[in-house]
Structure formats: structure tokens, C-alpha cells
């Protein structure tokens, strides 16, 4: 899991930091992190799904599905590793190296040169591109709408790096914004785990169920599973929208304007 957020927060610094470098420059070193990073999704979520059935006390009433999601996080985990014994992370840490040696003060190239300009000119317009593309989801997204829950959680992490990328050349209140996001964030987190968690547990008992490998008792305890992980996203749901409305409310978003100079 540290491995996995490590690289999309490089991803994130990445992007922060076009301004500075240049597109060119970073591209080649983006593209492999991602590669990297996508292999590592499978094994976190199902990591996460069986801490949740562990809370909810629910491991010994589905064997059948339990048996399911650990044979599969064990094929995840396998794919993940295979990843990083092979090229792609070979790949990922040889355009790194290149780019860190390009973009040092004192090589001689162009992105080594555009290195030497200052990151903190170009803060304020970095947070007002991301904070635009966060606010852009106001008043359009819907509960029922899990891709765009999820893609505005992208939006508020890629806010929250930059601001605490450019913590220190930005007002102090950048803090208190980076906790505000971190809140929504998490409750954003919640609501895509029991969306990911409920189609993978129909899902599976669908297949479960076709194989006729399922008890009665554990059909019962599937469907009521099934229940308790949508009525926590329910819960999750009305913690982020009260979270989203003071976060959103003109009033708020003009004090940000001026705690932040933006």
C-alpha cells in the first residue's frame, strides 16, 4: 500500500511540476509510474475488502466468497510482484534516474536549466488550475454516480499534493486547506471501497451460486452483506456531502480566495 500511494504521489509531483520542467522532459518518467502503479490496484482493494469483512464479522458466515477473494488477492499479489521483477519497473527506475540527472541545476540541458526557475512563482496558478478543476463538479454529480465520485477524489488528491508540494511557498492557511482536503478525500476513499466492494461481492456470488458451491446459509449471509456495505456507503455519502457543502459554499471559497492569494 505505501509502494502504491509513493508512486501516485510521484505521479502527482509530476504534474505539479510541468510548469517547471516542461511537459517533454516528465512524460517518459509519468507514463512508467502509471504502469507501475496500475499493477499494484487489484491487491489493494481486495486488501481492503477482507479488513472490512473482518470488522464487520462477517469471515466465518461466507467461507465460500472469503476462499474466493483471497484466491484472487493471491493472483494480485503475483501479478504485482511480477511487475516489479520485470521490465516495466526496470523501465520506471531507468527514465527516473535519466530524468533526476536532466533536470539536476547544474547539467547542462534545457530541462536543467528551466530547473533553476522558481517553483514558487508559479504556485498560486498551479493551486487555481486544481482548485478549478475540483469546483467543477459542483452542483453536477449525483449518489448514485460512482465514476464521478471517484474521478472528483482524483481531482481533490491532485489539489491536496500541490498544496502541500508548494506548502512552503504558499500563505500558512495552505495547512488547514490540506487537512480540509484530506477529510473529503477519506470520506470520497469510503464511498469508492463500498462501491467496489458491493459489485465485486454480487459478482462473485453470482458465480458462486452458478457452480452451486454455496450453502443456503451463506446465500442469506451474502445478501445481507450486500445490504450492510450499501447502507455504509449511504453513511459515507452523507459525511462527504456535508463535508462538500462548507467546502463549496461561496462564502468559504472567497475566504480561500484571499487566506491563499489567489
Not at 509531483?13 to 517518459?28: I, S
Not at 507501475?36 to 466465518?60: I, P, W
Request: contains cysteine; charged residues 30%; aromatic residues 6%.
Amino acid at each position: 500500500h505505501k509502494f502504491r500511494v509513493a508512486t501516485r504521489r510521484l505521479r502527482a509531483a509530476l504534474r505539479a511540476f510541468r510548469p517547471v520542467f516542461g511537459r517533454d522532459a516528465l512524460h517518459p518518467t509519468n507514463d512508467a509510474a502509471r504502469a507501475v502503479a496500475r499493477s499494484t490496484n487489484a491487491a489493494r482493494d481486495l486488501d481492503v475488502f477482507l479488513e472490512g469483512l473482518d470488522k464487520a464479522e462477517f469471515t466465518d458466515r461466507v467461507p465460500a466468497l472469503v476462499a474466493g477473494v483471497r484466491r484472487a488477492r493471491a493472483v494480485a499479489i503475483r501479478e504485482t510482484l511480477d511487475v516489479l521483477d520485470g521490465d516495466a519497473y526496470a523501465a520506471f527506475r531507468s527514465v527516473t534516474e535519466s530524468l533526476l540527472a536532466a533536470t539536476h541545476p547544474r547539467a547542462g540541458t534545457v530541462a536543467g536549466r528551466k530547473a533553476r526557475r522558481k517553483a514558487g512563482a508559479a504556485a498560486a496558478a498551479m493551486v487555481r488550475q486544481r482548485m478549478g478543476r475540483v469546483l467543477a463538479y459542483v452542483g453536477v454529480l449525483s449518489p448514485d454516480d460512482d465514476a464521478g465520485l471517484h474521478d472528483l477524489r482524483i481531482a481533490i488528491k491532485q489539489l491536496r499534493y500541490v498544496l502541500e508540494f508548494f506548502a512552503e511557498a504558499l500563505p500558512d492557511a495552505a495547512r488547514d486547506v490540506i487537512e480540509d482536503m484530506k477529510s473529503v478525500q477519506d470520506s470520497l476513499g469510503d464511498i469508492n471501497d463500498c462501491a467496489v466492494q458491493r459489485d465485486y461481492i454480487v459478482d462473485a456470488a453470482a458465480a458462486l451460486e452458478s457452480e452451486g458451491d454455496v450453502s443456503d446459509v451463506e446465500k442469506v449471509s451474502t445478501e445481507l452483506l450486500i445490504a450492510r456495505t450499501e447502507l455504509r456507503r449511504e453513511r459515507c455519502l452523507r459525511s462527504f456531502a456535508a463535508e462538500w457543502d462548507r467546502f463549496t459554499a461561496p462564502k468559504h471559497q472567497r475566504l480561500l480566495a484571499r487566506q491563499l492569494n489567489l
